[in-house]
T-cell receptor, first 110, second 116 residues
Framework: EDQVTQSPEALRLQEGESSSLNCSYTVSGLRGLFWYRQDPGKGPEFLFTLYSAGEEKEKERLKATLTKKESFLHITAPKPEDSATYLCAVARGGADGLTFGKGTHLIIQP | ETGVTQSPTHLIKTRGQQVTLRCSSQSGHNTVSWYQQALGQGPQFIFQYYREEENGRGNFPPRFSGLQFPNYSSELNVNALELDDSALYLC???????????????FGAGSRLTVL
């Protein structure tokens, strides 16, 4: 059974304080690992897809990396608007759907 | 480019009742999937529709059913509602053929269902 575990569950940072969120996964036949951002009362918003170990992608203050067992979402010099729940999900492809972790609730204090 | 729209945004039902949730997919997307997100949890895959047929299903009982229409819009129906069905129901659309077979999903804002 596919499993996705995210840590920490919650993280409070000061504005400008860099950190990393972790996503550990177990899946047979990984086709892709996704990062989504979810704001309160809204649906998840796509950030990145990673396909193979060693791959990295960047967008503004966010950088996602992938190994064979985990992915990291690095956030550099965060701002209060980066506050959200960050969700990690794995795909086996086709019509299997995504398996999500519980998310990391990130709060950036000014 | 219009995104994924869902209706209603909020609704309250009592145990044993039936509910229908609706979703319009993003322009150009022909695949729709539904997810259930309980409070404090990640979304859980319910099922996926492609060409008006269910072609993938998660670990949900048959009282969760759906439809996809020729315009790619979709409905989620839940019969015999239980208290544990209280959740945010998310619709997502996509276009198949993504890299590696992993398609990027575009989510709607969800329908918040409360079962009393």
């Amino acid at each position: 059974e596919d499993q996705v575990t995210q840590s920490p569950e919650a993280l409070r940072l000061q504005e400008g304080e860099s950190s990393s969120l972790n996503c550990s996964y177990t899946v047979s036949g990984l086709r892709g690992l996704f990062w989504y951002r979810q704001d309160p009362g809204k649906g998840p918003e796509f950030l990145f897809t990673l396909y193979s170990a060693g791959e990295e992608k960047e967008k503004e203050r966010l950088k996602a990396t992938l190994t064979k067992k985990e992915s990291f979402l690095h956030i550099t010099a965060p701002k209060p608007e980066d506050s959200a729940t960050y969700l990690c999900a794995v795909a086996r492809g086709g019509a299997d759907g995504l398996t999500f972790g519980k998310g990391t609730h990130l709060i950036i204090q000014p | 480019e219009t995104g994924v729209t869902q209706s209603p945004t909020h609704l309250i039902k009592t145990r044993g009742q039936q509910v229908t949730l609706r979703c319009s997919s993003q322009s150009g997307h022909n695949t729709v999937s539904w997810y259930q997100q309980a409070l404090g949890q990640g979304p859980q895959f319910i099922f996926q529709y492609y060409r008006e047929e269910e072609n993938g299903r998660g670990n949900f009982p048959p009282r969760f059913s759906g439809l996809q229409f020729p315009n790619y819009s979709s409905e989620l129906n839940v019969n015999a509602l239980e208290l544990d069905d209280s959740a945010l129901y998310l619709c997502a659309s996509s276009f198949p053929g993504g890299v590696n077979g992993a398609n990027v999903l575009t989510f709607g804002a969800g329908s918040r269902l409360t079962v009393l």
